[in-house]
Structures are given as C-alpha cells and as structure tokens.
C-alpha cells in the first residue's frame, strides 16, 4: 500500500480512474470526422428544425454529429444559456439513426488529442461581417449573441476560417453533396468541421421530417408530462391546443401579405404552395375562430364514436392561454381548459404530442414540433383556419 493513502482513500481513487476509463471506451474516435454547430437562430422551435438537417447532412457525410446544447434565452441574463441535448431528448435514440455524441462529452474526453486548440477552424459559406458593420474576412464565429455565449460555454476560440461557399452547400438529399464535401475535406486532415451556424436549412425539408422520430423524450420530461395528464385533466380524452398570440408573433404576421410563405407555413400549405395559400387567418386565428374550430372537432369525434368523447383541452401559448374563454365557451358541452401551472414549454410540447387530437398554428415552428412528433405516432392534428372554411372561400371570390 502506497504510504500515507488509506486503504478507503485509494478504493476511492480506483473507481475515480475505472470510472474515466469506462468513458473513455465509450467514445472511440470516429475516424470519419465530426460534424459541430452553434444552433444561433431563434428558440426551440427554430433550432429544433434546423437539428433533423444537421442530423441528416452528418449522417450523409458518414461523420459522427456532436450533439449541441439547446440555446435558450432567459428574462434579465444578458447571455444566452446553453442547455445539455440530453436533459431534454435521449441520446441513444438518435444512435438508432446514425452516431452522435453530447458535446460536452466531446468537449471533455476527445477534443484535446483530436481537435486541440490550435486546430478549431470555424466553416461559413462567406464572411459574416462584425455587429457594426466591419469587414474582417473572417466567419466571426463568437460574433454576437448566442454565438459567443455558446462557444465559450466550452472554451473554444478558432485559430482561423474556412469559406465553403459557393461550391458546396447542405443539401446532401438533392445533390449528392456529401461526395463533393467528403473529397474537399478529408478527415484525416479536418477531423472537425465546425460551423458558425446549422448546416440546414429552414423550415426542415420534407425529406427529413420523418428523422423526428428518433427525438425521444427523456425519462424527466416524460414523468412531468405523464404526471399532468394523469393527475390535472379529467380522466378521458383532451385536446391539445397551441396558440400563437404575443406581440411578436402578431408583428410576424403582418408580414404575410408581402411572402408566400412564413416559418414554418408549409407543414400544411405544402413547400410550393400546392395545398394553400397563406392567409392573416392562418397566422393569427382570431377567438371565434379558435372556438368554431374546437367545437367542430368535439362534434366530428362525438357523431364518430356516439358519445361525448372529449372531457378536455389542454392549453399551451406564447402568450394569452383564453382558459377563462375557453371554458365559457365551452361551459355548455362539459369540456374545461387546462394549462400547466408554471412555463415549462417542453413538457407542453410533450403533453401536446400525447393528446388524443392536436389542433396548432400552420405557420408556427413550434406546432410543427407537435406535428411532426404526432405524424411518427400515427396520431391525428389539425391546424386553425386551415384548410379554408366554404363560406370564407366564398367571400374571397365575392371580393375578387
């Protein structure tokens, strides 16, 4: 025994180092490459779409995708949070699809040997120029909020950049672009490439749509949101609802009649407009038009199943939930509104996926969420003011 160490105290320091050593094993080395990005636009809703892009443009280019934290942006904190993937979603899931590692994993037990701090190049298409306005010639990858933030959440600083643009883009469905990225940048010389920002696009492609099946709920959001239905809403089956109603989103909206289509407007419009057109409806439905569309669909389940069905709806907004509208409104059939106590909007993405119908915002991101997630179930959804009612197609002719 080493003098001066008791026996406890080395017991201790072996399972501290077979502990790290089991890690370790864990994470071999990919000797296809990394694929890494800093998810810097917009919420949860935004980053979710652009994360199945990055998901496939790893999986093409045979690369293992460093899983990244959530950026989420707090009331009074100047800088943007940074939130573990795996407190929200389960990693092995994902794994089903293609390989994927935390970054902090990487950060922690990888990166050193595989991608020092002299090797960290930052990719962008072309030069991103400073927040003032000043060339540099380079992608300013820590340029910003949450772009800063989030790199040095794991202390990395790039030594230099690297323009892939216009020769090469993400489009690896379409264009076979993986063969052109794989001979441009071999692995064995760029072990990692990462970039300024997601290597997709907005919305998601259609393509990818059903890679939302491998995002997984992790064991704590499933309990919170099992918890609520099973012990806040009436027993029997609920509605969930998603409203769009804050300021913000009323400013995106007015919008509309300059574009044909908005975020996430193709979910139900289709990517070129074959399936609607976009209406200020569709991207604000206004409290009557919440309620017809409600009551509608309590109607078609009860003719459906020859009884009222519905015990409930369950209520998640950016904004202003009309649980007091809601349930006036609804006071007649029986049916109350509900909403979770505190704001926790991933466990109100998951109790929405979970409800027996769904009934969101066509242009909104996070609705998509919710669908997307309901399409992999096989469960129904349905969007407010859309499709077009009769009697307002109707008037749209009258007026043309």
């Known amino acids: ?39 810097c636009m917009g919420r949860f809703g935004n980053q979710a779409d652009h994360f199945l892009g990055a998901l496939s443009f790893a999986h093409a280019l045979n690369r293992t995708l460093i899983l990244p934290p959530w950026v989420e942006y707090r009331k009074g904190e100047a800088k943007s949070v940074q939130v573990p993937f795996k407190t929200y979603f389960k990693v092995d899931a994902l794994q089903e699809y293609t390989k994927v590692i935390p970054m902090e994993d990487f950060m922690a037990y990888l990166a050193d040997d595989l991608w020092s701090p002299q090797k960290r190049v930052s990719f962008c298409y072309t030069e991103r120029t400073k927040l003032d306005g000043t060339s540099t010639g380079s992608c300013n990858a820590k340029e910003g909020n949450p772009f800063f933030s989030f790199w040095d959440t794991f202390h990395i600083d790039f030594i230099k950049s690297e323009f892939y643009g216009p020769s090469l883009n993400y489009d690896v469905i379409h264009n ?11 692995p064995e010389k760029w072990p990692v490439i990462a970039f300024t920002g997601a290597p997709a696009t907005f919305p998601v492609q259609a393509e990818n749509v059903h890679l939302h099946k491998y995002l997984q709920w992790s064991d704590k959001i499933d309990k919170k949101a099992n918890d609520f239905i099973k012990n806040s809403l009436p027993k029997g089956a609920f509605i969930g609802v998603h409203l769009r109603n804050g300021i913000d989103w009323i400013r995106a909206c007015e919008h509309i009649k300059d574009v044909k289509q908005l975020f996430a407007s193709p979910q139900c419009l289709g990517y070129r407009n074959e399936k609607g057109v976009l209406t200020m409806d569709i991207c604000l439905p206004s409290q009557e038009i919440i309620v017809r569309k409600l009551k509608r669909l309590i109607k078609k389940v009860k003719e459906a199943h020859k009884t009222n069905q519905i ?36 466990v109100d993405l998951a109790i929405l996926g979970r409800a027996n119908y769904f009934v969101g915002n066509c242009v909104s991101s996070f609705s998509a969420f919710v669908k997307r997630e309901r399409d992999a179930r096989g469960f129904p959804s349905e969007f407010f003011a859309y499709p077009i009612e009769k009697s307002q197609k109707n008037n749209r002719h009258e007026e043309l």
């Open 311 to 346: 015990k409930s709806i369950f209520v998640a907004s950016d904004n202003n939930h009309m649980i007091d509208y809601l349930n006036e409104q609804l006071r007649r059939m029986k049916i109350t509104a509900h909403k979770l106590p505190e704001n926790n909007p991933h």
């Open 176 to 186: 076979r672009m993986d063969v052109l990225w794989n001979e441009k940048y071999d």
């Open 1 to 39: 025994m080493c003098k001066g160490i008791s026996s406890v105290l080395l017991i201790k320091i072996l399972i501290i180092v077979a502990i790290n050593n089991i890690k370790c094993d864990i994470w071999e080395v990919d000797p296809k490459g990394y694929i890494a990005y800093c998810p």
